[in-house]
DNA sequence: TTTAAAATTTAGGTAAATCTAAAAATTAAA
DNA sequence: TTTAATTTTTAGATTTACCTAAATTTTAAA
C-alpha cells in the first residue's frame, strides 16, 4: 500500500521532472512539498525499497516505471476531480486546487472510472492541463508558453502549467482567462519580461507569469 | 485541526449513542473500530484535551456539543457522497460505502454545501438512512425496526441502519431492497427471528436482520 | 462480602513522517 | 588544485496512532 506522503513525494517528482531532463535533486523536492532536505532523503529511500523510484545517493532520484504509473494517475485523479468541481460544482477556477488535493487521493479504480464516464471524457481540466487518460497516455497539446512566442505573434491562452490560488488569482485580476487573446508587442531582454495587449488593452508580464501561460497559435 | 483518526473516533461514539442512553465503553469503541481497549484509551484522552468529548476513566464516554456536531457533519458528507456515487455515477447501494468512508473526511465546507445543492437536497441516502442538513438537524424518521413491528402487520421497506457491504448483499440475494414490501408472519420467541413473506414470498430471517430493516406502514 | 472475572488504564514500545544539528560529499571559486 | 560554499546524508528526537503486557478498577458470582 502506497500512502498518502509517498503519493504526494510521487507526483512532485513527476512535476519537477516535466522542467528537466535530469535526476530531481532532494533540494527540488523539499522546496517543492516545503519540508526539509533530510525529511525528503528518508523519504527516497522508503520510496526506493518500494522501487517507485530509482536513486543515487548526493546524484537525485528518477521515478521507476511503476513510480510514475502511480504519479500520473493521482495527476489524472486530481484534474478529474477540478473537472468535477468547475463544471458540476460551479467552483471558479481558482478555487479548486486545494480540494482536487485532498479529492486525488481517493482510493478506488472504479470511482476514477466512473467519474471520467460522468463528465465525458475530458482532456483537459479547469486550468487547461492535459488530463491523462485511463492507459496514462496524455492528449496532445498544440499549445507554446507564452514565454516563448516571438515578438508580433499573437495566440489565445488555452491553460497554464501552474494552478496555485494566488497565480490564478493574479491573471484574474489581469482579466486574463482561458479563451483570452494575447500579442506580444515587446520582449525586454533585462528580465525577460513581456510588453502584450490582452484582449487590445496593453499590459506589462515578468518572465514567471509568461513561462506558466500556455498559448495556442492561430 | 482534527485528524483523520480522531474524526472516525467521533463517528463511532455517535454510531454508538444512537443505540444507547449510556456512556459510550471503552470497549465498544475498540469493537466498533476493530482495534484495541488501550489504543482507545489513548485517543480518548486526546479526544477530551480538544473538548470533543467528556470523559470520567472506567466510566466511558460522551460526545460533546462539539464533538456532535463534528461527528454529525461527517455523517452528513458520507451520506451525501453517497447520493452522488449512486445517483450520478451508477453505482450500487451495496458498494458505495467504502468509498464513502473516504470522502467523508475531505475538508471544504463549501464543497459540502455545493454538493447538497447539486444533489437537489436529499433527506435520506441510498441506504434510506436520514442526511442530517446544514445545522445539523435529522429529517423526522417515520419508521420502525422490522423487529418492533406486531405478527400480521406489513409495511415497505424504507431504510436499513447498517450499511456494510455483506449485509447489504444479503438483502440483495434476499430480493430485499427500497420500496420492498414486508409482512410479518410469525414472531419466534425463542431467538426473536421472524417469519415473514417478502413480496409475497415466504422467509425466514435472524433478529440482527429485522432490527436493521426500517419500515413504514401504510 | 469476599473473590473471581471482566473491563479499563498504565507503562513501555513500534512505525511513519517529520524535525534540527552535525557530518560527509559534491560543486564552484579563488 | 586547494579551499570554501553548497548540497546531501546521517544521527538522534518528536508526534501520532497504534500495539502488548501488566497493573488497576469495576462488576458479577459464589
Do not use: C
Not at 468541481?85 to 472510472?113: C, G, M, N, P, R
Not at 471524457?121 to 487547461?128: C, F, K, L, N, S
Not at 482579466?175 to 488593452?201: A, H, M, P, Y
Request: zero cysteines; glycine letters at 4%.
Amino acid at each position: 500500500m502506497i500512502t498518502l506522503a509517498e503519493e504526494n513525494y510521487l507526483k512532485a517528482i513527476l512535476k519537477l521532472s516535466k522542467n528537466s531532463e535530469n535526476s530531481i535533486s532532494t533540494n527540488a523536492i523539499a522546496d517543492e512539498l516545503e519540508t526539509k532536505a533530510s525529511s525528503v532523503t528518508d523519504m527516497i529511500k522508503k520510496l526506493t525499497d518500494k522501487q517507485l523510484v530509482d536513486y543515487v545517493p548526493y546524484r537525485g532520484v528518477n521515478l521507476s516505471k511503476s513510480g510514475l504509473n502511480k504519479a500520473i494517475e493521482i495527476v489524472r485523479k486530481h484534474r478529474l476531480w477540478e473537472v468535477f468541481l468547475v463544471t458540476k460544482l460551479q467552483f471558479k477556477w481558482d478555487e479548486v486546487h486545494y480540494i482536487a488535493e485532498q479529492l486525488e487521493h481517493i482510493k478506488s479504480q472504479k470511482l476514477v472510472d466512473a467519474l471520467d464516464t460522468y463528465l465525458g471524457y475530458p482532456q483537459h481540466d479547469p486550468h487547461g492541463e492535459p488530463i491523462p487518460n485511463k492507459d496514462g497516455q496524455f492528449p496532445k497539446s498544440f499549445s507554446k508558453r507564452l514565454s516563448e512566442l516571438e515578438k508580433g505573434s499573437s495566440g489565445q491562452v488555452v491553460g497554464v502549467s501552474q494552478d496555485n490560488q494566488s497565480f490564478l488569482q493574479y491573471l484574474n485580476s489581469l482579466k486574463i482567462t482561458l479563451g483570452t487573446s494575447i500579442r506580444v508587442i515587446q520582449k525586454i531582454d533585462f528580465d525577460n519580461s513581456l510588453e502584450i495587449t490582452i484582449n487590445n488593452e496593453s499590459a506589462h508580464i515578468s518572465n514567471d507569469v509568461a513561462r506558466n501561460l500556455l498559448i495556442k497559435q492561430k
